[in-house]
């Protein structure tokens, strides 16, 4: 697991506000998320017919953007 070194931002009665970590940490929390984000979505995806190697190409060749 994530070791996470949090330091918490209070107001002048000591209630938590807000969390702070460092960037490294918050990258590695972003690509975890986007992991799991892009695991469930193929899994949900999985019964949605696939495109082959040729169709994706010629599909994204026709594509406006």
């Given at each position: ?33 986007e ?17 082959s190697?040729e ?10 953007w």
């Amino acid at each position: 697991m994530l070791e996470i070194a949090k330091k918490y931002v209070v107001d002048e009665n000591n209630n938590r506000l807000a969390v702070e970590i460092d960037i490294e940490t918050f990258g590695k929390i972003e690509d975890i998320l986007e992991d799991y984000g892009l695991y469930h979505l193929m899994i949900d995806d999985k019964d949605t017919e696939s495109l082959s190697l040729e169709q994706a190409k010629r599909y994204y060749r026709s594509a406006s953007w």
